[in-house]
């Protein structure tokens, strides 16, 4: 995010994009609603009635994947009236003739007829988010798991700097991070192009320069990233996988190609706290620790480092994660000797500038949001005040793109998928009393659509892909619009991803979770 | 700024205006009683409890809605104050349940702790009891309307820092309740179990039903951590006893979310102890997994890496890193693939 989340109340207009706070976000849903206690406006752009939508101003409900055509007729009106902010297009970016141009063939009417949103609501939209005067754009998978993922976030950021709405405190473009860690996990460089802090693996100065950290030689080349790696086991290019706290056989699109790419390898290692579905697979399984078993920091998706305290020592014979890494390096020839999580962050921070102020002692009960570059640093509130990275912000020009796989005559309906409130990933499952709670999927069909299918609320039905088949719970609802199925990727019962298409972004190779085409047939 | 001088129990003291009798107090760490206030709720005056003298009024103010003023004279535990609690609390405890021996808040309780006080024993009036079922309808929440004191910060939890509005008051006089819409059970309305009521409820009216019969807060050790599910990166207490998590409950202190939590934050942590956790090395032998020790199988590891790294490269190795450990454990995996292995083939699900 390039704000924080307790900016969130003081957020005069806010732009929901592709994102279900109230669920998948649930404390910065509840910021969000503080915020309109304080009389904030609330546009939400989704094709599901999410929690949200019923306490917004306006409610743009697009057809799913109709994301950038919704932007640039959202920038077209904004030109149109004059509302865009020249001072700052003038000052901080460059770019801006290319993408005026490009949006001019984006007119309201155009745009309601590709994305099925009113004219009359574009309008509404594109005058709430360009006069107020603290806008914030916040936007989460739904703009992300698309196979044009990174042109909806560049045409988001092109709408932040058309109407100045970035660098201010309470304003600026927000995605909201998944995972706990997910935002470290980056950060750290558990990438495959970059070291930790993103420093280019490709560039001959920082490889030197971690060369001289670590003391050995290092790879010029950049690795596979996760959709790679299942192809190249299937063609033997992959020998082995070491599988650190994840569960790709559930949480990947087109599950079952990865789990044929995973029983194709040699060796599967899997570290884990739960004996997953991947770690069924695997050849060796080592027990990892839970947060509560251990000391470190996650950081969270405002960039604040917090410290994780460990309450109990490690159930059973389970080591934490970073004790068991340690002890395979040792045993292959290059020791790692830390005595503490702490140490290992005295490492980051002489490595990554980000991290350069951050020891575990400065992070206290409260943390610290990145960058911190030095030790007095009190960390960085809010993004690119003042100035961009790269200097000025670059608009880029964007055209609408289709997703990968629309319904069609054999699959007509379009399967969206996200998370639900009671559950977190695949992991919750293993939560008795959430378990309780919530414990199956269902599935959201439009009335008419059960109507039309002859199936019931609560009824056991199959549906299937290209790709795969399940069976799931219906709840009938018209939460979703006709022709659309919304399942969440909680359940091992209903492994929603043996449906998703594993086709991906062709920069971040993010797969298209949130468009495929299904059929939904009765179980007799 | 615009600072205002005040005299409390004698004292002087100096705090920012529009600042209140109350707040003033608490600055400057001078015991004021109360039930219905919490910093981040807006102030009630709904229990009285916080009255004090103010010189010059008529009527003992209650000091969280009261501003301070420049030159006002406080007296905070003056005989008529005292008594005037003293009454106020007497008047509680006559329709509250006292099982304190067995109630889950003990230890922790309000009403209980100025009860001891102000030397409250609950024989001064004796009435009507209220005898109402309790609510079990939900693995979460256990609420118990007998012990409800009626100060609202549940209600105002729900409504202010929730957005919810599940709660409110219902029916008059001695049968006000607090509860959802037609007083249904939790499970049957529209809560979605934050359990923000639980972490203000002053006393064992709303309880984490995890934790009942688990520990006493006084053999509790609460440890801040930082919440495993979402990217929100809330903070929370977990509660210890004997080396065993028994639940979490709210800091008011976490820099991001405060007391507020969501249901899984506050009570997915159960899942630390699944059934299905993996506790001892497992080695496949014979198409199986079977039980190892940790020795055999990080040697398996090692060797099976290295053989594969000698036989085909260090680019037929790659790692999934993980986007639900620490930031010290994935910049060791990365570590490991890069310097260890000597590729860059590490990703984590850094997209999802």
Known sequence: ?524 | MEWLTLTIDGREVSVPKGTTVLDACRMNNIPIPTLCHAPELTSAGACRLCVVQIEGMRNLPPSCVTQAAQGMKVETQNPKVRQARKIILELLVANHPLDCMTCQKMGDCSLAEYAYDYGVTGEVYQGEKRCLPIDDSNPFILRDPNKCILCGKCIKACTEIQGKSILDFSFRGFDTQVGPAFNLPYKESDCDFCGSCVSVCPVGALTEKQMVGKGRPWEVSKVQTTCPFCGVGCNFDLNVKDGKVIGVTSNPEAPVNGKALCVKGRFGMDMIYSDNRVTTPLIRKNGELVPADWDEALDLVASKLGEIKKTYGPNSIAALSSAHCTNEENYLMQKFMRAVIGTNNVDHCART
């Open chain 1, 1 to 524: 995010m390039t704000n924080s989340i307790n900016e969130i109340p003081n957020v005069k207009a806010m732009f929901v994009i592709g994102s279900n706070p109230t669920e998948a976000h649930p404390v910065i849903g509840t910021k969000m609603k503080q915020a309109l206690a304080k009389g904030a406006k609330l546009i939400v752009a989704d094709p599901r009635c999410i929690n949200l939508a019923e306490d917004a101003d306006v409610w743009l409900r697009l057809r799913p994947g109709t994301d950038i055509a919704l932007i640039n007729g959202i920038m077209n009106i904004i030109l149109a009236n004059g509302w865009e902010n020249k001072e700052f297009i003038a000052e901080r970016t460059e770019g801006f003739e290319k993408v005026r141009e490009a949006v001019k063939e984006y007119t309201p009417e155009v745009v309601s007829k590709v994305t099925g949103v009113p004219v009359e609501q574009l309008e509404e939209a594109a005058r709430i988010y360009a006069t107020a005067e603290r806008s914030s754009i916040f936007y989460t998978l739904g703009i992300t798991e698309h196979t044009c993922g990174t042109d909806n976030v560049m045409s988001l950021a092109n709408l932040a700097m058309l109407t100045g709405n970035i660098g201010k405190e309470s304003s600026g473009v927000n995605p909201m991070r998944g995972q706990n860690n997910v935002q470290g996990a980056c950060d750290m460089g558990a990438l495959p192009n970059v070291y930790p802090g993103y420093q280019q693996v490709a560039s001959p100065e920082v490889r030197a320069k971690f060369e001289a950290a670590w003391g050995v030689p290092l790879d010029p080349n950049p690795g596979f990233m996760i959709p790679d790696m299942f192809g190249a086991a299937v063609s033997k290019d992959l020998r082995a996988l070491y599988v650190l706290g994840e569960d790709p056989v559930i949480t990947d699109a087109d599950a079952n190609h990865v789990r044929k790419g995973l029983e194709a390898l040699d060796f599967l290692v899997v570290q884990e706290i739960f004996l997953s579905e991947t770690a069924k697979l695997a050849d060796v399984v080592l027990p990892g620790a839970s947060y509560a078993e251990k000391t470190g920091t996650f950081t969270n998706t405002e960039r604040r480092v917090q410290m994780v305290n460990q309450a109990i020592k490690p159930i059973g014979n389970a080591k934490t994660d970073g004790e068991i890494i340690c002890e395979l390096a040792t045993r292959m020839g290059y020791p790692f000797n830390y005595e503490s999580s702490a140490d290992v962050m005295e490492e980051i921070s002489k490595l990554a500038p980000q991290f350069a102020g951050i020891t575990h002692e400065r992070l206290g009960t409260q943390g610290l949001q990145w960058p911190v570059p030095h030790a007095e640093h009190p960390g960085t509130k809010f993004l690119h005040e003042g100035k961009f990275n790269r200097g000025k912000g670059l608009f880029m020009a964007i055209e609408n793109q289709l997703p990968a796989e629309l319904p069609d005559e054999e699959y007509p309906f379009l399967l969206n998928t996200g998370r639900k409130l009671s559950h977190y990933n695949v992991f919750t499952q293993h939560s008795p009393s959430l378990g309780i709670h919530s414990p199956e999927e269902l599935a959201e069909v439009n009335p008419s659509d059960a109507k039309k299918l002859g199936i019931e609320d609560g009824e056991v039905v199959q549906v299937a892909s290209r790709r795969g088949e399940l069976k799931t719970k219906v709840k009938v609802t018209d939460r979703v619009p006709e022709g659309m199925v919304f399942m969440t990727l909680h359940y091992f019962d209903s492994p929603t991803n043996v449906l998703t298409n594993g086709a991906y972004d062709k920069v971040t190779k993010t797969y298209e979770y949130k468009v495929c085409g299904v059929k939904i047939s009765k179980v007799s």
